[in-house]
């Protein structure tokens, strides 16, 4: 079972930035494909952005987009959420998420959960 720990988190100005990181604890973390999701109070869950288990393939929330960057390290077993340009519409728990599915880039029954970070940024 594939345990993943987020890192970054905290409070930022709007206009500031953040780094997010997820490590997960197996080595089959190379074979899936990753992502970020993130959930504010009292809203659904929303997808942010995705990336291949090669790295070579990424996707991004709309509201994201041009923003924030996803990269990961399969040697570290680690991928990353770059946010720049910080909103405070952008205040959420971040989660990482492990095994979505390749054709559509959503999470399944199977897909793992890390705990969670919280982003708050202030206006």
């Known amino acids: 079972q594939v345990q993943l720990v987020e890192s970054g988190g905290g409070l930022v100005q709007a206009g500031g930035s953040l780094r997010l990181s997820c490590a997960a604890s197996r080595r089959t973390f190379s074979t899936y494909t990753m992502g970020w999701f993130r959930q504010a109070p009292g809203k659904e869950r929303e997808f942010v952005a995705a990336i291949s288990w090669r790295g070579t393939s990424t996707n991004y929330g709309d509201s994201v987009k041009g923003r924030f960057t996803i990269s990961r390290d399969n040697g570290k077993n680690t991928i990353y959420l770059q946010m720049n340009i910080l909103k405070p519409e952008d205040t959420a728990v971040y989660y990482c998420?492990?095994?979505?599915?390749?054709?559509?880039?959503?999470?399944?029954?199977?897909?793992?959960w890390g705990q969670g970070t919280q982003v708050t940024v202030s206006s």
């Open positions: 998420a492990a095994d979505l599915r390749g054709d559509s880039w959503l999470p399944h029954t199977g897909t793992k």
